[in-house]
């Protein structure tokens, strides 16, 4: 089965940026949807975009334009770059795998801590 590793977490000031890595380990990648997920204080977790095994990206309205999900398959590695990034950002992000023929998400990291200060 797949490990993933998050990394690229940390504090930012409101309107800045951060890029997120997702490295996995122990299968390729190239078969799997990978996707984010954050999970704030008190709230449920939620997913923020996906990237299917074919390159095809979908995002949640609420990072529609600022974030970009993307996959290096030759580094076994998925990206979340997190633009315009805002308080209420702020939260746990988990990175996250599907194989291509599951219908759940069953390989998550560890999660990364993302603050954004006013």
């Known amino acids: 089965q797949v490990q993933l590793v998050e990394s690229g977490g940390g504090l930012v000031q409101s309107g800045g940026s951060l890029r997120l890595s997702c490295a996995a380990s122990?299968?390729?990648?190239?078969?799997?949807?990978m996707a984010w997920f954050r999970q704030a204080r008190g709230k449920e977790r939620e997913l923020l975009a996906r990237i299917s095994w074919d390159n095809v990206p979908v995002y949640v309205d609420s990072v529609k334009g600022r974030f970009t999900i993307s996959r290096d398959n030759v580094k076994n590695t998925a990206y979340l770059q997190m633009n315009s990034l805002q308080t209420e950002d702020t939260a746990v992000y988990y990175c996250?795998?599907?194989?291509?023929?599951?219908?759940?998400?069953?390989?998550w990291g560890q999660g990364t801590q993302v603050t954004v200060s006013s």
């Open positions: 122990g299968r390729a990648i190239s078969d799997y949807t």
């Open positions: 996250s795998a599907m194989f291509r023929t599951d219908y759940q998400f069953l390989y």
